[in-house]
């Protein structure tokens, strides 16, 4: 008579095979191969990029599950298991398709703006208002404001600047309610909301949910974008700003070299920091990049001092360019010894 096996151990298994399929609450993220932005920035009449921009970014696996995260140690470079964020936002995946498209707009309008106004032109800016990019999971009327609403003033005031937001903000107390002014679908409306309870690490009042501006330029027709739109949001604004410079530019930026880099860029041309540079920077050695470029550290993040202990712990055979500005980019890579 055939034994069967005891119930624990059928249990057990049920077990093990079964937590295969539950998301384990982390995300596991690692480098990503960098996308070269030659073919997506189009300059009509100007010059072909003499070597290689890369924009970098992390590849990542959301709300993973156990088998994968013990798959992607064994063969991913770069590997870094961190609680997950996704849900967290609470979107659906038009909400989130739609924001990543603003955020990759804007990118392309500061990119044009920037570029032109570095080339001694004079483009037309005008501020549209702001959109929603992150909301705070636990604040109470984050269903008041939705992600594709343009906010354009506050307590009846029309808004002239981010400082001027952030100076109706921080005027405020926790749990004080404003009105907000809001173009949605077309119409405006007014929505009353409150403060966030809680103060930030500063003693400053936050809202809830924070914005980016929405800006309007006046178009170069020379000026092509060729299916960028899905590439990614802030984080391409720095490279995109130096791959549309350079064919706009009579001589090269980039004298035969292969520049990756990562890094948001203001209007005013200043280059904020960005996450997962651990995964940049190693994505950027593998394939084959001679320079990345990164955000100098400030006091939120430290992407030059983790991009440099990265190197140095994983050998990377890679040379850092840590910037603040644009100019400070242009300037570097003017100074790039020509590669034979």
Do not use: C
Not at 326 to 332: F, G, H, P, R, Y
Request: charged content about 25%; cysteine-free; proline content about 4%.
């Amino acid at each position: 008579m055939k034994k069967r096996a005891p119930w624990i151990i059928v249990i057990a298994l049920l077990v093990i095979i079964g937590s295969g399929f539950v998301p384990t609450g982390y995300d596991v993220l690692f480098a990503g191969n960098p996308f070269n932005l030659d073919e997506f920035v189009q300059y009509e009449g100007g010059s072909e990029l003499d070597g290689d921009l890369g924009m970098t970014y992390v590849a990542s696996l959301q709300n993973s599950k156990w088998p994968l995260m013990v798959l992607t140690h064994l063969f991913e470079e770069g590997v870094e298991i961190v609680p997950s964020v996704s849900g967290q936002q609470d979107m659906g995946f038009e909400e989130l398709d739609y924001q990543n498209k603003q955020m990759m707009t804007q990118s392309k309008i500061k990119a044009e703006y920037i570029a032109r106004g570095i080339l001694g032109e004079q483009p037309k800016l005008e501020l549209q208002g702001f959109y929603p990019v992150f909301y705070l999971a636990d604040w109470d009327d984050k269903d008041k404001v939705k992600v594709t609403d343009l906010l354009v003033g506050i307590d009846g005031e029309k808004l002239e600047s981010y400082e001027h937001l952030d100076q109706l903000i921080v005027e405020k107390e926790p749990e004080e309610i404003l009105t907000l002014s809001l173009i949605r679908e077309g119409k405006e409306i007014e929505v009353d909301v409150t403060t966030y309870p809680h103060k930030d690490y500063y003693g400053n009042t936050v809202l809830g949910v924070f914005f980016e501006e929405v800006f309007e330029t006046s178009k170069d027709e020379n000026i092509e974008w060729q299916n960028i739109e899905n590439l990614g949001g802030p984080s391409a604004g720095l490279m995109i700003t130096l791959t549309l410079l350079d064919k706009m530019m009579e001589e090269s930026l980039l004298k035969g070299n292969a520049v990756a880099g990562t890094g948001t860029i203001t209007i005013d041309g200043k280059v904020g920091p960005i996450g997962g540079v651990k995964q940049k920077v190693i994505g950027a050695a593998i394939a084959g990049f001679d320079y990345f470029i990164v955000p100098l550290d400030d006091e939120w993040e430290k992407n030059e001092s983790i991009a440099r202990r990265t190197i140095s712990e994983e050998d990377l055979d890679i040379e850092l360019i840590p910037v603040g500005t644009i100019e400070d980019a242009v300037n570097a890579l003017e100074k790039l010894p020509e590669k034979k």
